[in-house]
């Protein structure tokens, strides 16, 4: 019984900490926009390379298109 001395206030305390976080992210904008960073990382692929790029051909395989490094990459047996 005496631990409950000790674990209720720790309870009490994290819960108010958690509570305080959370409010703190309502109230700076955190929580405003959440489907545009799922968007972003889908779609970020696609902005990293023009389409119009000469180092990569639109008849290649993602096997044999360079790697980012300019080293050719391994083919799959």
């Known amino acids: 019984m005496n631990y409950l001395v000790w674990l209720v206030p720790v309870a009490l305390g994290m ?15 955190q929580l405003e926009d959440l489907d545009g960073a799922a968007e972003r990382v889908l779609l970020a692929h696609r902005s990293a390379v023009p389409a119009s790029s000469p180092d990569v051909a639109h008849s290649t395989t993602p096997d044999q298109r360079p790697a980012s490094d300019g080293r050719q990459r391994k083919e799959r047996p």
């Open 15 to 29: 819960g108010l900490v958690g509570l305080a976080a959370f409010l703190w992210s309502m109230n700076n904008g």
